[in-house]
């Protein structure tokens, strides 16, 4: 058998070779606000698993600077500690994208990654974006080609501009990949990768169970509706706000409500003299900001959810939760066409028809999107490497 042993020590050979040659990609996640934390965490596992071929750099914005906000979020989707945070708080758009920039340049030209990964459409976003462009660093944009089609909110800005730059853009759905094809970018960019948040949400949906929110709040699953509201065309004006807050007491004379207060909308709740009137609704039960498996916890045993967020929409897509949007529009318009959402908008009158309507007639069937399976962060990476390394006379 001489011949066959030749031949495993060439193979070996040639392996311990091409194991010699392997360089480490090298890759900067940046990340800032809450959605952001539940979309890199399965992202940050599966650079983990490929430890051998990837070094990695995870670097916090600081533009979700509070505990409840973010510290929190890193303790229990199990995502080390950033090794960077540039603290740079709250400000004006203009003046917190300018901040990050300013921060994270120096960072890259440090650290010398071949790619720097981005996700959602937050303001650390775009700034990551622009900073890794002009420095020459390919970007991959994680949660690709969503549009809403609404330029008056910054996320949608935010997201037109990240993925004109972006040099890989990962989608989350087939409309995605369709809106990014109509505004010109070549088809060698766009990979379809699926919803890296559904990851998260099939990861922890076990683990939340042991949480005790429903027991603190006095809650019976399935007897509860859960409200969330941080739009500025929602809780910025007076009128608007006292409006929903109106439907809420409709909603909850039918059914008790949970009012999960986000620290903006608290204060224009505070600015606006509304504390009171919310105070003495005794079927609303308003907490902070809860933890994410408390909150995982709360809306899956929810009868219906009304938000203004992104991510809640996909989230009770994939759960069978009625869930109404509270906004003109949407840029995940595949959770009403295939999931459980409405767009309703923050009219009153229609907001607690609407509702009444989903307490009497929940979905009888839903359907999971394509690639919502739990399994993204692997597509993503698989992706990234793929791609491979950047250029020469990058940073």
Same mark, same amino acid.
């Given at each position: 058998?001489?011949?066959?042993?030749?031949?495993?020590?060439?193979?070996?050979?040639?392996?311990?070779?091409?194991?010699?040659?392997?360089?480490?990609?090298?890759?900067?996640?940046?990340?800032?606000?809450?959605?952001?934390?539940?979309?890199?965490?399965?992202?940050?596992?599966?650079?983990?698993?490929?430890?051998?071929?990837?070094?990695?750099?995870?670097?916090?914005?600081?533009?979700?600077?509070?505990?409840?906000?973010?510290?929190?979020?890193?303790?229990?989707?199990?995502?080390?500690?950033?090794?960077?945070?540039?603290?740079?708080?709250?400000?004006?758009?203009?003046?917190?994208?300018?901040?990050?920039?300013?921060?994270?340049?120096?960072?890259?030209?440090?650290?010398?990654?071949?790619?720097?990964?981005?996700?959602?459409?937050?303001?650390?976003?775009?700034?990551?974006?622009?900073?890794?462009?002009?420095?020459?660093?390919?970007?991959?944009?994680?949660?690709?080609?969503?549009?809403?089609?609404?330029?008056?909110?910054?996320?949608?800005?935010?997201?037109?501009?990240?993925?004109?730059?972006?040099?890989?853009?990962?989608?989350?759905?087939?409309?995605?990949?369709?809106?990014?094809?109509?505004?010109?970018?070549?088809?060698?960019?766009?990979?379809? $990768?699926?919803? +890296?948040?559904?990851? !998260? &949400?099939?990861? =922890?949906? /076990? *683990?939340?169970?042991?949480? %005790?929110?429903?027991?603190?709040?006095?809650?019976?699953?399935?007897?509860?509706?859960?409200?969330?509201?941080?739009?500025?065309?929602?809780?910025?004006?007076?009128?608007?706000?006292?409006?929903?807050?109106?439907?809420?007491?409709?909603?909850?004379?039918?059914?008790?409500?949970?009012?999960?207060?986000?620290?903006?909308?608290?204060?224009?709740?505070?600015?606006?003299?509304?504390?009171?009137?919310?105070?003495?609704?005794?079927?609303?039960?308003l907490t902070e900001p809860l933890s994410y498996l408390d909150f995982l916890q709360?809306?899956?045993?929810?009868?219906?959810?009304?938000?203004?967020?992104?991510?809640?929409?996909?989230?009770?897509? $994939?759960?069978? +939760?009625?869930?109404? !949007? &509270?906004?003109? =529009?949407? /840029? *995940?318009?595949?959770?009403? %066409?295939?999931?459980?959402?409405?767009?309703?908008?923050?009219?009153?009158?229609?907001?607690?028809?609407?509702?009444?309507?989903?307490?009497?007639?929940?979905?009888?069937?839903?359907?999971?999107?394509?690639?919502?399976?739990?399994?993204?962060?692997?597509?993503?990476?698989?992706?990234?490497?793929?791609?491979?390394?950047?250029?020469?006379?990058?940073?």
């Amino acid at each position: 058998m001489p011949e066959s042993r030749e031949t495993v020590d060439f193979l070996l050979g040639f392996i311990r070779y091409g194991l010699n040659r392997i360089e480490m990609l090298r890759i900067v996640s940046v990340v800032g606000a809450r959605p952001n934390f539940m979309k890199i965490a399965p992202i940050v596992a599966e650079m983990r698993r490929r430890f051998s071929r990837i070094t990695s750099l995870l670097v916090h914005t600081g533009q979700h600077y509070d505990d409840s906000m973010s510290e929190s979020f890193f303790e229990e989707l199990n995502i080390p500690r950033a090794d960077v945070n540039l603290g740079v708080g709250s400000a004006s758009h203009a003046q917190q994208t300018g901040r990050i920039m300013l921060a994270l340049e120096p960072v890259l030209q440090d650290f010398k990654p071949d790619w720097v990964v981005v996700v959602g459409d937050v303001n650390s976003t775009m700034a990551a974006t622009l900073v890794a462009s002009k420095l020459l660093v390919r970007v991959a944009h994680v949660e690709a080609g969503l549009r809403s089609r609404d330029r008056t909110m910054p996320e949608e800005i935010n997201r037109v501009v990240t993925d004109a730059l972006a040099d890989l853009l990962l989608t989350p759905s087939r409309d995605a990949d369709e809106n990014l094809l109509r505004e010109g970018i070549a088809p060698e960019k766009i990979r379809f $990768v699926g919803n +890296v948040m559904i990851d !998260t &949400l099939h990861y =922890n949906l /076990e *683990r939340a169970a042991a949480s %005790t929110v429903l027991d603190r709040l006095a809650l019976v699953p399935k007897q509860y509706c859960v409200m969330t509201l941080h739009r500025p065309s929602n809780v910025d004006d007076k009128h608007t706000l006292q409006g929903i807050l109106d439907a809420t007491t409709a909603i909850a004379a039918r059914q008790q409500v949970v009012f999960a207060i986000h620290p903006r909308t608290r204060a224009r709740i505070t600015e606006f003299g509304l504390d009171g009137e919310l105070a003495r609704q005794p079927r609303v039960i308003l907490t902070e900001p809860l933890s994410y498996l408390d909150f995982l916890q709360l809306y899956s045993n929810s009868r219906l959810v009304l938000t203004d967020s992104g991510g809640i929409q996909e989230e009770t897509t $994939v759960l069978g +939760v009625p869930c109404l !949007t &509270l906004r003109e =529009n949407t /840029e *995940r318009p595949i959770t009403v %066409t295939e999931g459980t959402n409405r767009v309703i908008g923050n009219n009153p009158e229609r907001i607690k028809c609407e509702a009444i309507d989903a307490l009497d007639h929940p979905p009888q069937t839903t359907r999971v999107p394509e690639f919502w399976d739990g399994k993204a962060a692997q597509r993503i990476m698989d992706a990234i490497e793929e791609h491979g390394f950047g250029t020469e006379d990058s940073v």
